[in-house]
Nanobody
Framework: QVQWVEAGGGLVQAGGSLTLSCTASGTIVSGNALAWYRQPPGKQREFVARIDREGRANYADSVLDRFTIFRDNAKKVVFLQMSSLKPEDTAVYFC??????????????WGQGTQVTVSS
């Protein structure tokens, strides 16, 4: 069982910024593509961004040009830098290993996530 540790969430005003971090035990962070997901209140969990082992990133249309995913393989941490935040970004944010053929499908169990709340 993977022990994810997501951190960095909080309450921020619309237009503000936050940077989330995610670590896990073992080599899962440094050895795999990783993705951030989020679950807005009352909605299903959705894909946000993905980064491969070489640092190439992909984003959901809703966060393109506002969020940046990056990683530090030596420290085994993946980050999600969020700017120009909107109330609709309010969600619990999670990280996981995305399935290669379907990034919406995670390969391992979920962690507790970190809550991001954007006030208008």
């Amino acid at each position: 069982q993977v022990q994810w540790v997501e951190a960095g969430g909080g309450l921020v005003q619309a237009g503000g910024s936050l940077t989330l971090s995610c670590t896990a035990s073992g080599t899962i962070v440094s050895g795999n593509a990783l993705a951030w997901y989020r679950q807005p209140p009352g909605k299903q969990r959705e894909f946000v961004a993905r980064i491969d082992r070489e640092g190439r990133a992909n984003y959901a249309d809703s966060v393109l040009d506002r969020f940046t995913i990056f990683r530090d393989n030596a420290k085994k941490v993946v980050f999600l830098q969020m700017s120009s935040l909107k109330p609709e970004d309010t969600a619990v944010y999670f990280c996981n290993v995305p399935a290669p053929a379907n990034w919406n499908r995670p390969l391992v169990s979920w962690g507790q996530g970190t809550q991001v709340t954007v006030s208008s």
